[in-house]
């Protein structure tokens, strides 16, 4: 009989989304006519910008005609977005970032567990607390822990807590650390991160040669000028970050996958007998051999989020989840509940009423109200007593939502 990996056996008993939806799928079947909201994950709800869909019809065009069609593509992504990811995203904020160093995926969220291919099994890694569940649960897949405790924190990880006792942000770890993850902004609490605050994580990585891991899915939701969207605005993160990104919540490109994961040449890992090795040989070999890459049509559409017309346009789509957001907040904080986020972010971070834990809370919203969100605890230990809600969705569901629980639900 084949052998399986033991360490998918680590994992708690689903991952939290599915979790999630099993039983909101059990509550619809025993109540058919329950107009349910969900405000759960991250998932929007407008459609593609007008300038992708055109892109993309054109791109479908050059496929009916042998001179324009396109069969395998590069796996790293084909040169034209690449050159207008560096010039937009990094080179026009001061990122020394080359197209060559900027690798297209179908998901920064494949990205944040792939990415491990290319680490040893033997690195100290640190992670937030709450966490997006991808960091924890594809280290875990990989070998890197041990078991889960009764609280779910996974021995061989190191948790550093966030709180609104340290304003939502994670202090430096008390040891050194090979490898730390880190998203602003934030999922799940929709905090946002200080160009001071990066640097000390930069500083504390060049001091402990460890590698930062930046999450910046989010970061097109900053309108703060004052805030940094790249890690690489930190003088010397190209020499101890690597960054994800995703056209999936500023373009919607959720259900058309398209990413980017940037990985400097700069950037080195120690092999096992003590070479130094340039982590952009490795992920590059990673790519090319268990890849084919985005396609050539996916790729036209993203392309065009850089044009005048798109850029126009996902201002416009950010601008509308970001009001849905301050809806969520304000509507929230009328109603007596504390809640932290949902500024330069598309989440808002709920701390629960007294007495409710993260599960009991979705519940009561689940059967009271018809609302799905989703508990912190299912983010990790810290966030138990916390609950976050997204702000994709339509303006009529997140009106319809926050008028329920004003009207029949009291927090006060």
């Known amino acids: 009989?084949?052998?399986?990996?033991?360490?998918?056996?680590?994992?708690?008993?689903?991952?939290?989304?599915?979790?999630?939806?099993?039983?909101?799928?059990?509550?619809?079947?025993?109540?058919?006519?329950?107009?349910?909201?969900?405000?759960?994950?991250?998932?929007?709800?407008?459609?593609?910008?007008?300038?992708?869909?055109?892109?993309?019809?054109?791109?479908?065009?050059?496929?009916?005609?042998?001179?324009?069609?396109?069969?395998?593509?590069?796996?790293?992504?084909?040169?034209?977005?690449?050159?207008?990811?560096?010039?937009?995203?990094?080179?026009?904020?001061?990122?020394?970032?080359?197209?060559?160093?900027?690798?297209?995926?179908?998901?920064?969220?494949?990205?944040?567990?792939?990415?491990?291919?290319?680490?040893?099994?033997d690195n100290k890694i640190a992670v937030t607390d709450p966490v997006y569940p991808v960091y924890v649960d594809t280290n875990v897949m990989a070998g890197h822990t041990g078991e889960a405790n009764d609280k779910g924190e996974y021995e061989g990880l190191v948790y550093l807590p966030i709180s609104a006792n340290n304003d939502l942000t994670a202090q430096l770890p008390t040891e050194s650390v090979d490898l730390i993850y880190l998203c602003f902004p934030n999922n799940p609490t929709g905090a946002t991160a200080t160009k001071e605050y990066l640097e000390s994580w930069v500083n504390y990585a060049q001091k402990n040669d460890a590698i930062i891991l930046f999450d910046a899915a989010y970061e097109a939701f900053i309108t703060d000028t004052s805030l940094p969207h790249s890690i690489y605005e930190i003088e010397g993160a190209r020499e101890c970050a690597i960054e994800f990104r995703s056209f999936s919540k500023n373009a919607g490109f959720t259900g058309t996958r398209c990413a980017l994961t940037v990985v400097p040449k700069t950037l080195k890992g120690k092999a096992s007998d003590g070479s130094e090795v340039e982590l952009w040989k490795l992920w590059n070999r990673r790519q090319s051999t268990k890849f084919n890459g985005v396609s050539y049509i996916v790729q036209r559409g993203a392309e065009a989020v850089y044009s005048d017309a798109g850029k126009a346009q996902i201002n416009e789509l950010v601008s509308f989840y970001l009001e849905n957001a301050q809806i969520i907040r304000e509507e929230l904080t009328k109603a007596g509940l504390t809640v932290y986020g949902g500024v330069n972010a598309p989440y808002v971070w709920v701390k629960t009423p007294e007495g409710l834990s993260s599960w009991d809370f979705f519940d009561k919203l689940l059967h009271h109200v018809n609302i799905v969100g989703t508990p912190g605890s299912g983010f990790g230990a810290a966030g138990e007593g916390y609950f976050r809600l997204s702000a994709f969705n339509s303006r009529d569901n997140v009106i319809e939502a926050m008028k329920r629980i004003t009207t029949n639900m009291n927090f006060n």
């Open 1 to 121: 009989m084949a052998r399986i990996n033991d360490n998918y056996l680590k994992l708690k008993a689903g991952y939290l989304f599915p979790e999630i939806a099993r039983r909101v799928n059990a509550f619809a079947q025993e109540n058919p006519d329950a107009n349910i909201i969900k405000l759960g994950i991250g998932d929007v709800t407008e459609p593609l910008p007008q300038a992708c869909r055109d892109a993309m019809t054109n791109a479908i065009a050059d496929m009916a005609d042998r001179s324009s069609f396109k069969g395998y593509g590069p796996e790293q992504g084909y040169l034209w977005l690449r050159e207008k990811i560096a010039v937009n995203d990094f080179q026009s904020r001061g990122c020394a970032i080359s197209p060559d160093e900027i690798f297209i995926s179908d998901g920064s969220k494949c990205d944040c567990g792939n990415i491990l291919d290319i680490f040893g099994k």
